[in-house]
């Protein structure tokens, strides 16, 4: 049995958790001590916020998964006591926060989800070719290109539909920033971004709406946390990485990706997309990505912001590798439980 598909059963097994997770989360009832907090913003950590909320008894966690660009908007409008965005704040958002951190929270991946009826196996995929796709330069799936790289799999002559977020999305700035760092293209024709100028596709809110999407459309392909594609049963591309490997969005690969990381800058911003080519990153994920919640220095809130965000650093990490987030690496834990002293009354 190749590694590919070692990995696959393995995410099979995590996908069962996933669904029992999820619905445990909508039954579970805990005892709250103190306090509500309203949070808002990615919709990629809402999985995890989900167990968090179901797991954390020192306050009521109030969540919206609007996506991180609202996030961000209603953190800096001090509407909700934390935002939570995958896209690090750029220096504009940073003054307009007037008094605002940006703490690694969460660590997982952006799968690439695809709807090919009757594929006789999985599919794989390399930056370039996906960056051509989103370019609306390879538009059906038994292209030559496509098909190179899926030797063994029957593709059918079917129309390529690219599904990409329709709002402000930090899995968009994710997946731009892998393809912008793959494709020099992309870099120069698209960028990088929370949004963007997309050339080719259809739209669709958030990732339950992209998941959808997806799911709805033969021939379509998309990008979103994989939690959401497990949820959805969606089947999600092997991406090959620098070392030439063939990864998959599960532990191993989002874990090897986060290696990468030796020091965190003074903004909190990190990268780990397409790590170079290196024995210790030969299995990692190209697509991974942190999180990260954003927090006024100044609040009313603060000590129950402080004592829910170093509970979810902390013990709040063991309820991720069933959604598919790795806890974050030590060097990030201390650099945010630093940061998070900060947050002050």
């Not at 997770?21 to 005892?31: D, E, F, I, M, P």
């Not at 908007?73 to 001090?78: D, F, K, L, Q, W």
């Not at 609040?299 to 902390?314: H, K, Y």
């Given at each position: 049995?190749?590694?590919?598909?070692?990995?696959?059963?393995?995410?099979?097994?995590?996908?069962?958790?996933?669904?029992?997770?999820?619905?445990?989360?909508?039954?579970?009832?805990?005892?709250?001590?103190?306090?509500?907090?309203?949070?808002?913003?990615?919709?990629?950590?809402?999985?995890?916020?989900?167990?968090?909320?179901?797991?954390?008894?020192?306050?009521?966690?109030?969540?919206?998964?609007?996506?991180?660009?609202?996030?961000?908007?209603?953190?800096?409008?001090?509407?909700?006591?934390?935002?939570?965005?995958?896209?690090?704040?750029?220096?504009?958002?940073?003054?307009?926060?007037?008094?605002?951190?940006?703490?690694?929270?969460?660590?997982?991946?952006?799968?690439?989800?695809?709807?090919?009826?009757?594929?006789?196996?999985?599919?794989?995929?390399?930056?370039?070719?996906?960056?051509?796709?989103?370019?609306?330069?390879?538009?059906?799936?038994?292209?030559?290109?496509?098909?190179?790289?899926?030797?063994?799999?029957?593709?059918?002559?079917?129309?390529?539909?690219?599904?990409?977020?329709?709002?402000?999305?930090?899995?968009?700035?994710?997946?731009?920033?892998?393809?912008?760092h793959a494709s020099a293209e992309w870099k120069s024709k698209v960028g990088i971004g929370v949004n963007a100028n997309w050339p080719a596709g259809i739209g669709a809110p958030k990732s339950n709406g992209v998941a959808a999407a997806v799911s709805?459309?033969?021939?379509?392909?998309?990008?979103?946390?994989?939690?959401?594609?497990?949820?959805?049963?969606?089947?999600?591309?092997?991406?090959?990485?620098?070392?030439?490997?063939?990864?998959?969005?599960?532990?191993?690969?989002?874990?090897?990706?986060?290696?990468?990381?030796?020091?965190?800058?003074?903004?909190?911003?990190?990268?780990?997309?397409?790590?170079?080519?290196?024995?210790?990153?030969?299995?990692?994920?190209?697509?991974?990505?942190?999180?990260?919640?954003?927090?006024?220095?100044?609040?009313?809130?603060?000590?129950?912001?402080?004592?829910?965000?170093?509970?979810?650093?902390?013990?709040?990490?063991?309820?991720?590798?069933?959604?598919?987030?790795?806890?974050?690496?030590?060097?990030?834990?201390?650099?945010?439980?630093?940061?998070?002293?900060?947050?002050?009354?």
């Amino acid at each position: 049995m190749t590694k590919v598909k070692r990995s696959g059963a393995l995410l099979v097994v995590l996908a069962l958790a996933l669904a029992a997770a999820v619905a445990g989360t909508s039954n579970a009832s805990t005892s709250r001590s103190s306090g509500t907090l309203k949070g808002a913003g990615s919709s990629f950590v809402a999985p995890l916020v989900a167990q968090w909320q179901a797991n954390y008894k020192s306050s009521d966690i109030q969540y919206n998964p609007i996506g991180s660009g609202g996030g961000i908007a209603a953190i800096t409008s001090r509407t909700v006591d934390f935002g939570a965005s995958d896209a690090p704040l750029s220096r504009d958002q940073f003054s307009a926060c007037k008094g605002c951190v940006q703490i690694p929270w969460a660590l997982s991946a952006t799968s690439i989800p695809y709807n090919i009826p009757g594929l006789n196996g999985r599919l794989h995929l390399n930056a370039g070719v996906i960056a051509d796709i989103y370019l609306g330069k390879i538009t059906n799936w038994n292209s030559s290109r496509v098909k190179a790289l899926n030797k063994g799999l029957s593709l059918p002559d079917l129309k390529i539909t690219p599904v990409y977020r329709s709002d402000n999305s930090g899995t968009s700035y994710n997946f731009t920033d892998y393809l912008s760092h793959a494709s020099a293209e992309w870099k120069s024709k698209v960028g990088i971004g929370v949004n963007a100028n997309w050339p080719a596709g259809i739209g669709a809110p958030k990732s339950n709406g992209v998941a959808a999407a997806v799911s709805q459309t033969k021939g379509g392909v998309g990008y979103v946390d994989v939690a959401y594609a497990l949820k959805n049963h969606l089947q999600f591309a092997a991406i090959q990485n620098k070392s030439g490997k063939w990864a998959l969005p599960g532990l191993r690969g989002i874990k090897s990706a986060a290696a990468l990381i030796k020091s965190v800058p003074s903004s909190g911003e990190l990268s780990i997309v397409n790590p170079p080519k290196a024995a210790k990153y030969k299995n990692a994920y190209p697509i991974s990505t942190f999180t990260y919640v954003i927090l006024p220095t100044k609040t009313s809130s603060a000590s129950e912001l402080r004592q829910f965000v170093f509970w979810a650093l902390t013990n709040g990490q063991q309820y991720g590798p069933k959604l598919l987030f790795v806890p974050i690496p030590k060097v990030v834990l201390v650099y945010s439980e630093k940061i998070l002293k900060k947050v002050q009354s």
